[in-house]
């Protein structure tokens, strides 16, 4: 059982930037990649950002839609994920969510392959 609880979400403005946290706690250990992924009213859910967590390179995985703008990184020493978000566009706002998959996946993308999830921290960007 994997707990994970995001933090920092908020309003900015367009250009603007963001910083979110994802507290992980239980049996960290057994995760294989920790991802956060957004999800905007009547949309489905999106991956944006994801990090293996079992490899020594700890390879890094973005949308197209965010590369060069977000970027996901790790503090194992503290069980905590984050993803630092600059130049936010109004279309980055959605619900984002941390995630954690607990065994290799074909589609690091998709949500259905994802085990335990936070319960989501608010992004708005507007002017």
């Known amino acids: 059982q994997v707990e994970l609880v995001e933090s920092g979400g908020g309003a900015v403005r367009p250009g603007g930037s963001l910083r979110l946290s994802c507290a992980a706690s239980?049996?960290?250990?057994?995760?294989?990649?920790m991802a956060w992924f957004r999800q905007a009213p009547g949309n489905e859910r999106e991956g944006v950002a994801i990090?293996?967590?079992?490899?020594?390179?700890?390879?890094?995985y973005y949308a197209d839609s965010v590369k060069g703008r977000f970027t996901i990184s790790q503090d194992t020493a503290n069980n905590t994920l984050y993803l630092q978000m600059n130049n936010l566009k109004p279309e980055d706002t959605a619900l984002y969510y941390c995630a954690a998959a607990t065994e290799v996946v074909q589609n690091v993308y998709a949500a259905r392959q994802y085990a335990y999830w936070g319960q989501g921290t608010q992004v708005t960007v507007s002017s």
């Open positions: 239980g049996d960290t250990s057994s995760a294989w990649y």
């Open positions: 990090i293996s967590v079992r490899s020594h390179f700890r390879n890094t």
